[in-house]
């Protein structure tokens, strides 16, 4: 069946980077619309990036010109580089895939930016 487990969330300062990873397997992996989004405690979960089967990319606009989605399909991981982070960034992070017009999600990694 079709997983995805994210990982490389962790504590950082205002202006540092930080690099998600999501391994995906169940699926033609790069065959599929992926993307992250985030969720802060009672909020809905909110868009942060996607990338298509062709590789085109789309930003929300908070991190547009920040952060950076890309994947490498031979070791089936999606990745969201981000850069100048914020305590707005503050929040856990799911990546997930539109699969066969079914949508999946893992499990989340929690990202905190603070001083």
């Known amino acids: 069946q079709v997983q995805l487990v994210e990982s490389g969330g962790g504590s950082v300062q205002p202006g540092d980077s930080l690099t998600l990873s999501c391994v995906g397997s169940g699926f033609r992996f790069g065959h599929y619309i992926m993307f992250w989004y985030r969720q802060v405690p009672g909020k809905g979960r909110e868009f942060v990036a996607e990338?298509?089967?062709?590789?085109?990319?789309r930003y929300a606009d908070s991190v547009n010109g920040r952060f950076v989605i890309s994947r490498d399909i031979d070791r089936k991981t999606m990745f969201l580089q981000m850069n100048n982070l914020k305590p707005d960034d503050t929040a856990v992070y799911y990546c997930g895939a539109n699969v066969d017009m079914r949508t999946y999600w893992g499990q989340g990694t929690q990202v905190t930016v603070s001083e």
């Open positions: 990338i298509t089967s062709l590789d085109g990319t």
